[in-house]
């Protein structure tokens, strides 16, 4: 069963602490991206990736970081630089100049 | 830069009833388009894309939209809609080569009356 996978659903952060968000992919897709989604203010790209060893900053990349070690995984790192990391995290992949597809996503709180 | 303006912040609609969800997109050559539905709590699905060809374009759940190049507009529109449809819709925008660059509007949500 192809798909998206986004773990955990719920994550609970304390202030000052690291998480990573994590997302799986079995569509052999060569393309991942991260999305922040706060209320009213629909989709902001953080990070994607569009090959093995190689991302690039979206629009809203500080106080995170991500990998891509294999082609299937890009976990998102939420730093402690982050400010306002409360959120609910979407991670899309795709195949090279196509559609993005999205996972079930990720909310985070900060306690 | 592209952006994608998305109007309506909610829409109400009676069960039945037609439905037209309004995108207007800001992009310096032909753009690619998509259409994209989340309900609570949820990820997004496709409902529908365009990337050349009939500016006319159907997908899934009954939807379909329509591409004006001189109104820079890519509404959403069903014949009559059901109670399962009330979610958040969101319009989005991609340079050619697809999704690298996807801008997103910031959605209208829909609500149904039964």
């Known amino acids: 069963d192809g798909g998206i996978t986004q773990s955990p659903k719920y994550l609970f952060r304390k202030e000052g602490q690291n998480v990573t968000l994590s997302c799986e992919q079995n569509l052999n897709h060569d393309a991942m991206y991260w999305y922040r989604q706060d209320p009213g203010q629909g989709l902001r790209l953080i990070y994607y990736s569009q090959i093995v060893n190689d991302f690039q900053k979206g629009d809203i990349a500080e106080g995170y970081s991500v990998s891509r070690e294999k082609k299937e995984s890009f976990p998102l790192t939420v730093t402690s630089a982050q400010k306002n990391p409360t959120a609910f995290y979407l991670c899309a992949s795709s195949s090279r100049q196509d559609t993005q597809y999205f996972g079930p996503g990720t909310r985070l709180t900060v306690l | 830069a592209q952006s994608v303006t998305q109007p309506d912040i909610h829409i109400t609609v009676s069960e039945g009833a037609s439905l037209e969800l309004r995108c207007n997109y800001s992009y310096g050559a032909t753009p690619y388009l998509f259409w994209y539905v989340q309900s609570p709590g949820q990820g997004l699905q496709l409902l529908l894309k365009?990337?050349?060809?009939?500016?006319l374009v159907q997908g899934i759940k009954g939807f379909e939209a329509e591409f004006k190049r001189s109104q820079s507009s890519f509404n959403l529109r069903k014949p009559s809609v059901h109670w399962s449809d009330a979610a958040e819709y969101f319009c989005a925008v991609a340079g050619p080569g697809g999704g690298n660059k996807l801008t997103f509007g910031t959605g209208t949500q829909l609500k149904v009356e039964l």
């Open positions: 365009y990337f050349s060809g009939d500016t």
